[in-house]
């Protein structure tokens, strides 16, 4: 099971950010949410889930989600994770996730939230080490 308060990062193993097509990296660049599935039990693909993310130089992708959404206890399964940039047909990748525990990186992705999305600016819904901390948020890559 996994602990409370991590964070995910999603890493495409079989796509790193040097060989992805531009498009995709223009997408990831430029998209304001990634669509997200991870794989139930029975090896069916969950609903797609629009969520806000962080996209950094090195070719990471940084979400958060709440500690006990079926997403999290996939992702904690060992459920690869499947993205769509930008709309549920956009470019697709594949990878794994992994918690984000260092929080002055959480707290960097809460700027970086701010930054994209006005709501996340007005200090709602955005990423927290706090929170973090007290198993209120996941935060991933």
């Given at each position: 099971m996994m602990a409370a308060g991590l964070g995910?990062?999603?890493w495409p193993p079989h796509a790193p950010a040097a060989v992805l097509p531009p498009a995709t990296?223009?997408?990831?660049?430029?998209?304001?949410?990634?669509?997200?599935a991870t794989r139930r039990k029975d090896g069916a693909l969950s609903e797609i889930s629009p969520?806000?993310?962080?996209?950094t130089d090195d070719g990471k992708i940084f979400f958060s989600t709440a500690p006990d959404?079926?997403?999290?206890?996939?992702?904690a399964a060992g459920s690869p994770?499947?993205?769509w940039v930008g709309s549920p047909d956009g470019p697709m990748l594949e990878?794994?996730?992994a918690p984000v525990t260092d929080a002055a990186f959480i707290d960097k992705m809460g700027a970086a939230y701010a930054e994209k999305y006005w709501i996340a600016w007005l200090g709602l819904f955005k990423p927290r080490s706090g929170r973090v901390?007290?198993?209120?948020?996941?935060?991933t890559w």
């Open positions: 995910w990062l999603l990296l223009a997408a990831l660049q430029t998209a304001e949410l990634i669509y997200v969520i806000w993310f962080m996209y959404s079926w997403k999290a206890k996939r992702i994770l499947y993205i990878g794994t996730a901390a007290e198993g209120k948020t996941v935060a």
